[in-house]
């Protein structure tokens, strides 16, 4: 690969990866079929916000090179939640796949066929605190690890009662032994109740 292949280079684990960014790129997320059906079944809609959580482990330096950190060394292995998405725009109606086609970029545009196929476009800024974008990541925060201390990844923590099952839009039951929160088995997708809690809780994530 030529070094002036493409005209923005960003370096990743040492290398010069080369990322051509389409002058229509905006931030959004795609769903389709059965989870989408889901986020259609529970009205996610403009304004509405996607908190996005992802797998964790720590990791330290030997010898110039990374590794995991063994867990009895305490290294921990988590959920932590990284981002975030507030709809400005749904893109799910069958005259809506020739919009998302325009995004050629993103993988849904290539996914023109299937029933239900959305694209979830980002605001421009959040409607409840302008100085922050519609779309971004999170640095690492305590606040913002969903799993318990001492616990496997998938136990969450239960003073998080906006995430207890009380507060989930669909049925769901916590599985979890003792104070802590588990929703075993295969989801991509949780939609909370549209209430104080929530929100207060979603606010409190994305405090600076």
């Not at 990284?82 to 325009?102: F, M, S, W």
């Not at 239900?116 to 421009?124: E, G, V, W």
């Not at 136990?155 to 769901?172: F, P, T, V």
Request: aromatic share 12%.
């Amino acid at each position: 690969m030529k070094e002036n292949s493409f005209p923005q280079a960003i370096s990743f684990l040492g290398r010069i990866i080369h990322l051509y960014i389409p002058n229509n790129w905006k931030p959004a997320f795609g769903q389709v079929n059965a989870a989408q059906s889901y986020l259609c079944n529970q009205k996610v809609r403009e304004g509405d916000l996607f908190l996005f959580f992802g797998w964790y482990r720590a990791v330290e330096s030997r010898d110039g090179l990374y590794r995991y950190k063994r867990r009895k060394e305490g290294g921990r292995d988590i959920h932590a939640i990284y981002g975030y998405l507030q709809v400005g725009k749904v893109l799910t109606d069958p005259e809506d796949q020739e919009e998302i086609a325009r995004y050629a970029w993103h993988p849904h545009a290539h996914s023109l066929d299937a029933q239900n196929n959305t694209l979830y476009l980002a605001r421009d800024k959040l409607s409840f605190d302008e100085s922050k974008p519609g779309c971004g990541y999170l640095s690492y925060r305590e606040d913002r690890v969903l799993t318990a201390e001492g616990q496997t990844r998938s136990i969450w923590r239960g003073d998080i009662k906006a995430l207890g099952s009380k507060n989930i839009a669909s049925e769901k039951t916590n599985r979890a032994k003792g104070p802590y929160i588990c929703y075993p088995g295969i989801w991509q997708e949780m939609v909370l109740k549209e209430n104080d809690e929530s929100v207060a809780w979603a606010k409190s994530i994305l405090r600076a």
